[in-house]
């Protein structure tokens, strides 16, 4: 089965264009199986049945991993299948039955405008460091672009004089404009630290860690834990934290959810949805409160 898990990815990877994220998580869903089956003494693709398949998604769902999760399983599961039965490496689709649990939709946790302000003052000192962290964000919060996308920014990405950045993945690129405040930022951490802070100098690398290389998601992660405490925030945040306060802050000020969905990146507006249902809760909230017969 290894086998024909390494030829799904790369073809995932030559073919469709995925990205290196999407990539890792076929692979560590698939390898999963993998070790599954091996347990029960299968190892060739073609012995696999759908009864097999229904019993991992039992064994998923009895050792208490998240509906999210196992939806996501079983997508790989069924993306893997279709991959081997048109190169013709099976004669049944042992996938096409298994169903994935239903998801509960939760509402994404959102920083008030107070909070916000709070976490963007935290590193306000002069060192390089927090002269990055600051810039880093700033551009989050403005921009609403995915931690990934933040992390793997070239300097030839940010248009300065125009106050844009250009966000590319494998099929599209959106161009994604940013405030004063986080013109500013960028500016000082362009002028003042981040030269001192990379490690080759010639390096295209927006924002460096403290090494010199390309800041890791698990670098930033811990930077965003580091301010929130910091400012005081007692919400669990994380970087998406930031990116869902965006959408949400802008519908609630009035932009429209198709330009919301595109700065995003978002494919289906359905999901961009989800912050102007935010808002109407926020607006019901506001009405029982401030109404005389709420």
């Keep these: 089965m290894e086998k024909e898990i390494t030829a799904f990815i790369s073809y995932m990877h030559d073919v469709k264009k995925t990205s290196d994220n999407t990539e890792m ?8 199986l993998k070790h599954f089956l091996a347990g029960k003494g299968i190892s060739n693709v073609a012995s696999i ?32 299948y279709h991959f081997l039965m048109q190169e013709g490496i099976v004669s049944e689709d042992a996938a096409e039955k298994i169903k994935s649990p239903k998801i509960e939709k939760k509402m994404p946790e959102i920083l008030s405008p107070d909070e916000v302000v709070r976490l ?17 964000l700033e551009l989050l919060y403005a921009t609403g672009i995915r931690v990934t996308e933040l992390i793997t920014l070239k300097k030839t990405d940010v248009n300065m004089k125009m106050g844009f950045l250009v966000c590319k993945d494998a099929n599209k690129e959106r161009i994604i404009p940013f405030g004063n405040a986080a013109k500013a930022a960028l500016a000082r ?6 030269e001192s802070m990379l490690g080759d100098k010639s390096s295209d690398i927006l924002f460096a860690n403290c090494s010199g290389k390309p800041m890791s998601r698990q670098g930033f992660w811990k930077l965003i834990k580091f301010y929130a405490n910091k400012a005081d925030i007692k919400a669990d945040i994380t970087p998406q934290t930031l990116r869902h306060s965006f959408a949400a802050h802008l519908v609630e000020n009035g932009a429209d959810l198709k330009s919301v969905q595109e700065m995003l990146g978002h494919s289906d507006i359905s999901t961009t ?22």
Aim: glycine share 4%; hydrophobic share 30%; charged share 30%.
């Design 49 to 80: 049945t759908s009864e097999d398949l229904d019993s991992y998604v039992k064994y998923l769902n009895d050792n208490n991993f998240a509906a999210a999760t196992i939806s996501r399983n079983v997508a790989s599961i069924k993306a893997f």
């Design 120 to 136: 963007l003052e935290q590193p306000g000192g002069n060192s390089s460091k927090e002269i990055r962290d600051k810039a880093m």
């Design 189 to 194: 951490y362009l002028d003042d630290a981040r």
């Design 273 to 294: 949805q989800i912050y102007a249902n935010l808002n109407y809760n926020h607006i019901k909230d506001v009405y029982a409160k401030a109404h005389p017969r709420g």
């Design 25 to 32: 998580s076929y692979k560590r869903d698939l390898e999963k």
